[in-house]
């Protein structure tokens, strides 16, 4: 594989690591906590909570706040 196409691959592994540790720390807090929305946003890494509702949605079709209800499993 050339040395782009490796840096490359190397790159979009690292975004798919980052992307699936802040789903699983997200998924956490929203089931075990009574943290509000802004502060699991910034603990997980987000920018705003804005941002948060728009990966839980992308990740589950759903609000986080019906996550935090039980409508998701783990």
């Given at each position: 594989?050339?040395?782009r196409h490796r840096r490359i691959h190397a790159q979009r592994t690292g975004r798919?690591?980052?992307e699936r540790v802040r789903q699983?720390?997200?998924?956490a807090l929203l089931s075990d906590t009574e943290l509000s929305?802004?502060?699991i946003a910034h603990r997980v890494g987000?920018?705003?909570e804005?941002?948060?509702r728009r990966a839980v949605r992308r990740w589950h079709g759903i609000h986080p706040l019906a996550v935090?209800?039980?409508f998701v499993a783990g």
């Open positions: 594989m050339p040395c798919t690591e980052v699983e720390r997200a998924l929305m802004r502060s987000f920018s705003d804005r941002a948060l935090r209800d039980g």
